[in-house]
């Protein structure tokens, strides 16, 4: 059973440009999460996905970034015109049932904006 | 907001010395969790914590939850090289990951 998996793992780009990030959640879990983490720092929550829903997207930026969890294909994290202040590890999780349960993380996307 | 801290930030040890690392929330906590994330690697989910005073056991792990579910502690007993890593807990019904004890191990 293959874990949570996250393409690219390494991603630049350079002021300005778009970053698309994806995730691919477990086999059967239908629930998705995304965290930024900066160097030397903790986990900061951006958004909940189930299914073709948004839960929870109160830890995202208002501009520029967008989450999508189509009924087909992976969790979407998109960066528009990013800025040095994006480059981060944005990490994907999943879970089976919800909130309440263990996730699993994906290896993360390692974002450097140039 | 609620706050989620972790003290300390940073732990260097002697290996085979014993380590811990405290939680704390600025309100009552439904559950907590732990999770452990290795040095250039991705958090890795250690044990869930759900009733008050509850203490769980993993090998040399020790997992605490408190009385009033605002705080909770994870101890390490005999640290080895292979704890090398950052140590997070979780509110996971608020989605808030605590600011971390990074252990670092003098072989």
């Known amino acids: 059973n293959a874990g949570v998996m996250q393409n690219p793992r390494h991603l630049v780009r350079r002021r300005g440009q778009e970053a698309r990030l994806r995730c691919s959640p477990m086999?059967?879990?239908?629930?998705v999460y995304w965290y930024r983490q900066l160097p030397e720092e903790g986990l900061k929550f951006m958004v909940y996905?189930?299914?073709?829903?948004?839960?929870?997207e109160s830890g995202m930026p208002k501009e520029r970034f967008s989450a999508e969890f189509p009924k087909e294909g992976p969790s979407i994290l998109r960066i528009q015109q990013v800025v040095r202040g994006d480059s981060a590890a944005y990490f994907c999780?999943?879970?089976?049932?919800?909130?309440?349960?263990?996730?699993?993380f994906g290896p993360g996307t390692r974002l450097t904006v140039l | 907001g609620q706050q989620v801290m972790q003290i300390p930030q940073y732990q260097h040890v002697q290996e085979g010395e014993d380590f811990t690392t405290y939680c704390n929330s600025s309100?009552?906590?439904?559950?907590i969790q732990w999770y452990k994330q290795r040095p250039g690697g991705h958090p890795v989910f250690l044990i869930q914590?759900?009733?008050?005073?509850e203490v769980k056991k993993q090998k040399r792990l020790t997992f605490q939850f408190g009385e009033a579910k605002k705080n909770s502690s994870l101890h390490i007993t005999a640290t080895q090289t292979t704890d090398v890593g950052t140590y997070f807990c979780?509110?996971?019904?608020?989605?808030?990951f605590g600011t971390g004890t990074r252990l670092t191990i003098i072989p």
């Open positions: 309100t009552t906590l439904s559950n």
């Open positions: 914590l759900v009733k008050s005073g």
């Open positions: 996905l189930q299914k073709e829903n948004i839960i929870d």
């Open positions: 999780a999943s879970s089976r049932d919800g909130a309440y349960n263990e996730q699993f």
């Open positions: 979780a509110d996971n019904e608020k989605l808030t």
């Open positions: 086999k059967g879990h239908s629930h």
